[in-house]
């Protein structure tokens, strides 16, 4: 089976190219087509790999600032012409859908999100504090690549969703249906310890629409000590709300993040991601997680077992969910065990075992009918 792995561009680490990297672990010998690669800022095990960029790679600097050259990215990806596979596996947030290819190729999308900056441009415009000349320019331009976008949406034979609520938002974007398989979390690294400490913990960029500002304020209304991991353009602001309990700690390492999320009386995510990883990394360390109840979050932390889901992004909900923790009515190996769900093994199995039942499918055929091999056994 020939399989090419597809990924929108590869100039900054996040979750996609963790996704990346575990389906090259599955499928090593597979080539990656990209449309801009800077390897000084990719990990070995991408680096490994037989990476194959589009002609945008070569534009003056693009590798430190993609987003000026948006509106090339259907264009390029669209001349690109995929033969002699037997499937596309296309790892998608923004525009390599558009890839073409022959008819004895089957292409499996595995959505991370449909491209935000299309489907959710007012979202978009505040979360990056766009101008208003910018609101003007870009309307007229995004109803043109959105319908570029459902149209490539179109030639994907099957989509996978990375959570519930993606899955949603592939239904109201595209009109096409797909199943969930969760991304991969490696969730060896974290193990529960027999005590905790008693501070509250919150892991991420430090950028306005992670919302971390609501965690900062509520423990500072209560007085409760709040740990912050991370760094961003919000660090100053912050700091400017924040009462003596909050530490900010800066960049958290790898090899830190372990004993600190497995020592935290419990893990605050009150952002809006489409899946989440830091919270299932805390509940794979065993403790609790306290969410706003939307997005990945509804599908990653069960209230009452692995955490509580706050229903508004607020100072106010926050505050109440805090003031109302018991931390004795959770019990960190059902919260690991639980976590385990999305471990990278599991990622794995499923995936290979879609490529192989859609393939077969697609070879008589026929239509697909989803065997799920960690429920069928």
Known sequence: MKIALVHDWLNQIGGAEDVLAALLDIWPESPVFTSIYDPDSM???????????LWLDRLPGIHRHHQPFLPLYPLAWSG???RGHDVILSNKSGFCTALRHDEKTLHICYCLTPTRYLWQLEEYIERERLGAAWRHTLRPLIALLRRQDYAAAQRVHHFIAISSAVRQRIRDCYGRDSIVIYPPVDTQRFRPVPRHD???LTVARLVPYKRIDIAVQ???RLNLPLKVGGSGRDLDRLRAMAGPTVEFLGYVSDEQLPELMARCRAFLFPGHEDFGIAPVQAQAAGRPVIAYGAGGALDTVVPGLSGELVQEQSVVALTSALANLDGSRYDSQAIRMHA???DTRVFRRKMRAFVDQALAAFCRQEPMEWRDP???G
Do not use: K, S
């Open 374 to 376: 960690c429920e069928t």
């Open 80 to 82: 690109l012409r995929l």
């Open 43 to 53: 990990p070995a095990a991408i680096n490994a790999a037989d990476i194959r960029t």
């Open 218 to 220: 509520a423990a500072t």
């Open 198 to 200: 008693d501070y509250l």
């Open 340 to 342: 385990l769900r999305f």
